[in-house]
Nanobody, 126 residues
């Protein structure tokens, strides 16, 4: 059974940085797409970034230049580094995985994954 556990969220001031981690267990290998999505209070879930097993990365337009997704294949840990945080980034951030390729923008637009973590809260104050 695939399990995803996020960590690294917290409360920061605008302009600060955070590094989110997601530890994957179960049958996760380089045949899986992994990604991050977020949901702000009163908002729908939106894709943030995804990474294919071959390392292909796709970012949502609104995070380019500030967010960096990466994956350590030795221990199946997914990361999301967030810089220059602003209050609009306040949300619950979720790690997700799905067998197969990410499919670029489609995955971010639909946030369609088979497996989800419980989320880690990021709160940014002005």
């Amino acid at each position: 059974e695939v399990q995803l556990v996020e960590s690294g969220g917290g409360s920061v001031q605008a302009g600060g940085s955070l590094r989110l981690s997601c530890t994957a267990s179960g049958f996760i290998d380089n045949k899986y797409c992994m990604g991050w999505s977020r949901r702000g209070q009163g908002k729908g879930r939106e894709g943030v970034a995804s990474i294919d097993g071959d390392g292909t990365i796709t970012y949502a337009d609104y995070v380019k230049g500030r967010f960096t997704i990466s994956k350590d294949n030795t221990d199946n840990t997914l990361y999301l580094e967030i810089n220059n945080l602003n209050p609009e980034d306040t949300a619950m951030y979720y790690c997700a995985a799905d067998w197969g390729t990410c499919g670029g923008d489609w995955r971010l637009l639909t946030s369609t994954y088979d497996y989800w973590g419980q989320g880690t809260q990021v709160t940014v104050s002005s």
